[in-house]
Nanobody
Framework: QVQLVESGGGLVQAGGSLRLSCAAS????????MGWFRQAPGKEREPVSA????????NYADSVKGRFTISRDNAKNTVYLQMNSLKPEDTAVYYC?????????????????????WGQGTQVTVSS
């Protein structure tokens, strides 16, 4: 069992930056691929970014490429999402998720339904 706790959300003006963190419990964090998702009001949850177990492979939604950076620190059991040049359309609840299957086994990023554990989310609001 893995528990995920997101933090770092808040209110920021357009063009600003935030860094989200997702802290995981347990001693097996390095065996999980990690992902960030977001859900805006009235919209379905969508993938934002994902990172392999070692951190050597990353994936981004087109809408955030060049602005967001995912990283992880396996010694600290934490995955991060650095968000720069934020836009009002980035406003959403951001969730992190953990996938037990090795990225190289899947040969692709995990799909939403393939994640095994989810955090409770952290609100990000970008004002114009």
């Amino acid at each position: 069992q893995v528990q995920l706790v997101e933090s770092g959300g808040g209110l920021v003006q357009a063009g600003g930056s935030l860094r989200l963190s997702c802290a995981a419990s347990g001693r097996t964090f390095s065996t999980y691929a990690m992902g960030w998702f977001r859900q805006a009001p009235g919209k379905e949850r969508e993938p934002v970014s994902a990172i392999s177990q070692s951190g050597g492979i990353t994936n981004y939604a087109d809408s955030v490429k060049g602005r967001f950076t995912i990283s992880r620190d396996n010694a600290k059991n934490t995955v991060y999402l650095q968000m720069n040049s934020l836009k009002p359309e980035d406003t959403a609840v951001y969730y992190c998720a953990a996938d037990r299957v090795d990225w190289y086994e899947r040969r692709r990023r995990p799909l939403e339904y393939e994640y095994d554990y989810w955090g409770q989310g952290t609100q990000v609001t970008v004002s114009s």
